[in-house]
């Protein structure tokens, strides 16, 4: 059973940065993606960023220009760096990766708390 393990959440005043991580525990390149998903309180689950095996990256329109997700194959992990954060940003964000055998896993969270 592979697992996802977040980590690296936490309290931030806005226009703080955090970096968020998501360690696996099969090899990453055995995923065709990798992602970051965020829920606030009373709202539907959101995609923020994906990577693909291939290095490909997309964010959503919100985080644009201020998230970067990235990933360091030797450590099997994947990273959110998370800068000029906003109170909107306030979520629990979670790790999903897609493996090649169609396989989709899910972390349990990582809590960001961004105060104004």
């Known amino acids: 059973q592979v697992q996802l393990v977040e980590s690296g959440g936490g309290l931030v005043q806005a226009g703080g940065s955090l970096r968020l991580s998501c360690a696996a525990s099969?090899?990453?390149?055995?995923?065709?993606?990798m992602c970051w998903y965020r829920q606030a309180p009373g709202k539907q689950r959101q995609l923020v960023a994906t990577i693909t095996s291939i290095g490909m990256t997309t964010y959503a329109d919100s985080v644009k220009g201020r998230f970067t997700i990235s990933r360091d194959n030797a450590k099997n992990t994947v990273f959110l760096q998370m800068n000029s954060l906003k109170p909107e940003d306030t979520a629990v964000y979670y790790c999903?990766?897609?493996?090649?055998?169609?396989?989709?896993?899910w972390g349990q969270g990582t809590q960001v708390t961004v105060s104004s």
């Open positions: 999903r990766g897609i493996r090649r055998d169609g396989g989709v896993y």
């Open positions: 099969a090899y990453i390149f055995s995923f065709n993606a």
